[in-house]
């Protein structure tokens, strides 16, 4: 356990969140993605060059040059200036989509809004704004969420769930009932989708079915085997009590490709965006092909934004190679057809493997 800022504000929260994923061990113990767990049927005789292979995809109207997703991680501090400035300088430079952290502590505090504004090097890129859902119980609505939007100039509005998270901090927002009716009239009023977000303990197929009813345009499923934010909690708690109670939660959640599957089952009529513990372009091609419409990648990017943005920008490249040679080596040539191809489980007979 590290020692926490000293101030108690939704800014020194921010920065705790930052220093601890980048200087600890946050990952979930033992549970994984349950990517690991599935492989793609090589195709030796694909019938296509690489180089024909599409990697693009439209979310929301937009063109992406592939389907990668800077996930939601930060803002609200100096320090999330730099990071979230080179992370949009990356996306904009490959086309890619990105979220933006929380934006809470902005709205406390609006001295702080330059920490997320990315839009002056990005003026094109597919961006979500985000807003924590258990807020609609804490005095949030309509004009605080088009605030975030307003913000960023943002295309869209993340709304995250972190029951689990708020729960194991000492200074959490716990009270979650009665918060499905007030998504609902936010998804009614916005005049831009709404993205039902976890962050790393995924949605269940009954949480997707409420969601999607509620008028959500999206959900990211954010599943487990990634960063553990009850770790991130441990290691920020004020008491050994605390300490004690957020790492029962190590390797609590949903792995993300059950949660994945769970959602297309739950709100089949939606896009479904895959998230947690993706590490390379052969998890976004895995989740892809199970039906995903987008993939994020939170922890790889806080690391490489840490350094520059040429790092991020390296990234992306390889990030989008893997995928378009798993798209090949399946013999997709594009993501619709990456879509149609065969998973099978690690370690099936050889004669299913047609």
Not at 77 to 104: C, E, P, V, Y
Not at 138 to 160: P, W
Not at 329 to 351: F, H, K, M
């Amino acid at each position: 356990m590290s020692k926490v800022t000293e101030l108690p504000t939704t800014e020194s929260r921010k920065v705790d969140h930052i220093r601890i994923n980048l200087e600890q061990d946050v990952q979930f113990p033992r549970l994984t993605t349950g990517l690991e767990k599935l492989c793609f049927l090589h195709q030796a005789l694909p019938e296509l060059s690489l180089r024909q292979v599409d990697t693009s995809t439209t979310i929301f109207g937009k063109r992406l040059s592939a389907p990668i997703l800077i996930s939601s991680m930060t803002g609200g501090t100096d320090l999330a200036r730099g990071i979230n400035r080179n992370l949009a300088h990356a996306a904009q430079r490959h086309q890619i989509a990105m979220g933006l952290g929380s934006q809470r502590a902005a709205i406390e505090d609006p001295a702080l809004e330059a920490s997320y504004a990315i839009r002056d090097i990005a003026p094109d890129i597919l961006l979500f704004a985000n807003i924590g859902a258990v807020q609609l119980n804490y005095g949030y609505g309509l004009a605080h969420c088009q605030r975030a939007v307003d913000m960023v100039g943002a295309d869209a509005l993340i709304l995250h769930f972190n029951a689990l998270q708020e729960a194991v901090q000492a200074e959490g927002d716990i009270d979650f009932s009665g918060l499905l009716h007030k998504v609902e009239k936010l998804c009614a009023k916005l005049p831009v989708p709404v993205i039902a977000k976890e962050v790393g303990w995924g949605f269940s197929r009954s949480a997707a079915r409420s969601l999607a009813s509620a008028g959500v345009a999206a959900i990211d499923v954010a599943g487990a085997g990634g960063t553990s934010w009850s770790e991130v909690e441990y290691h920020r708690s004020p008491t050994a009590f605390h300490a004690r109670v957020a790492r029962s939660f190590a390797d609590w959640g949903i792995p993300t490709a059950d949660a994945l599957v769970a959602a297309l089952a739950g709100a089949p009529e939606l896009p479904i965006f895959a998230s947690g513990g993706l590490r390379d372009g052969i998890d976004i091609a895995k989740c892809i092909a199970l039906g995903a419409d987008l993939a994020g990648l939170a922890g790889p990017f806080l690391r490489a934004a840490s350094e520059s943005a040429e790092a991020i920008s390296e990234l992306i490249r390889e990030l989008t190679a893997q995928l378009q040679i798993a798209m090949f080596c399946s013999a997709s040539r594009d993501i619709n057809s990456l879509r149609q191809a065969e998973l099978l489980p690690v370690g099936s007979p050889p004669q299913t493997r047609e």
